[in-house]
């Protein structure tokens, strides 16, 4: 058993390391289930089978004990080396290839269900959602809100509550499912959506936004005009760059993409059934669904309501719309 538990433990940071050199592609819940099935192996072999065997082991060696201590003392000997309780604790210790298995399945499967079925962080790495969220701030996301998904498989097993216009939203990547985004529900199934001229309609209805004192962006050392937008029951602040244009350059091929108009004013787009238009609130600063298209129902991961640390700014703690 020692030598299987190296390999495998060899084998799960052999694939961390080529996660982190770049090797692989990564996939942390699948790495996070796969951790709590074999761990979890481990631990009932150990509460059924190891420890039980330990505890036969000790027991023996306490009778053995007992039986030695008594041939002594009918021979007139009282005074006996050895110490029970030392080789007792020794034979029940853990080998260290069941503390580093059976050990850690209760913190690893702790792990893995909160973050399946609770709560999952995230760091946020771009600027995309500037002035709401900064790169630097950690996040929570919920991840029942939308309805319960089983981890990996990511199959809705609960209905949860619909995604909402101005829902701050955790999904993955349509072009590439292995990446996690985080952008703003703009667009609802059904919905006509456009973004032209830099003002934000939805079913012919112009969004309402007011202009609000411009924002001071400490990286990149300027300011950018800043708006306060509605969308549903849901205020919050967006930037606009005012050098850049307000047409939308290079646009990939994506499904549904017949449904959306691109001129040299912005884009219109259709949203088609089970799917949403996501934008940053870094509008001019943000690959969104004006950019790849939409995001379809199954790769949502789940909504982001709060900034939970930013080592750079702690005030920024706290709940975000």
């Not at 052999?14 to 996939?27: K, Q, T």
């Not at 962080?121 to 969220?133: H, R």
């Not at 969004?207 to 400490?218: L, Q, Y």
């Amino acid at each position: 058993m020692q030598a299987l538990t190296a390999a495998v433990l060899a084998a799960f940071v052999g694939y961390a390391g080529s996660w982190y050199l770049g090797y692989v592609e990564g996939n942390f819940a699948l790495l996070l289930f796969v951790a709590s099935v074999v761990t979890g192996l481990y631990w009932l072999a150990e509460h059924f089978y190891f420890l039980p065997q330990r505890q036969k082991a000790a027991a023996l060696v306490e009778t053995q004990d007992i039986q030695r201590r008594a041939d002594l003392a009918a021979k007139g000997i009282t005074e006996v080396d050895g110490n029970l309780q030392e080789a007792q604790h020794r034979i029940l210790m853990q080998p260290w290839w069941l503390d580093w298995t059976a050990g850690l399945f209760p913190v690893i499967i702790a792990v893995f269900l909160l973050r399946s079925f609770l709560f999952e962080p995230f760091k946020i790495p771009s600027g995309s959602m500037i002035p709401t969220l900064l790169v630097g701030d950690l996040i929570l996301v919920n991840k029942f809100h939308y309805g319960l998904r089983l981890p990996v498989l990511n199959v809705k097993v609960t209905e949860g509550t619909a995604p909402a216009r101005g829902d701050v939203m955790v999904f993955r990547y349509p072009p590439k499912p292995s990446v996690d985004y985080i952008k703003r529900v703009v667009g609802l199934p059904g919905d006509t959506v456009a973004y032209l001229n830099k003002r934000l309609t939805i079913n012919g209805q112009p969004v309402v936004t007011d202009t609000v004192p411009e924002f001071f962006d400490e990286d990149a050392m300027r300011y950018f005009k800043q708006y306060e937008e509605q969308l549903g029951d849901k205020k919050h602040r967006l930037l606009n760059d005012g050098d850049r244009p307000a047409f939308i350059p290079g646009a990939d091929d994506f499904m549904g993409k017949d449904g959306c108009s691109y001129t040299v004013e912005g884009v219109t787009c259709k949203v088609p059934q089970g799917h949403y238009f996501m934008m940053g609130d870094n509008r001019d600063n943000s690959m969104d669904s004006r950019y790849w298209g939409f995001v379809p129902d199954k790769n949502i991961v789940g909504k982001a309501f709060m900034v939970w640390m930013n080592f750079s700014s702690p005030k920024r703690i706290g709940f975000f719309n």
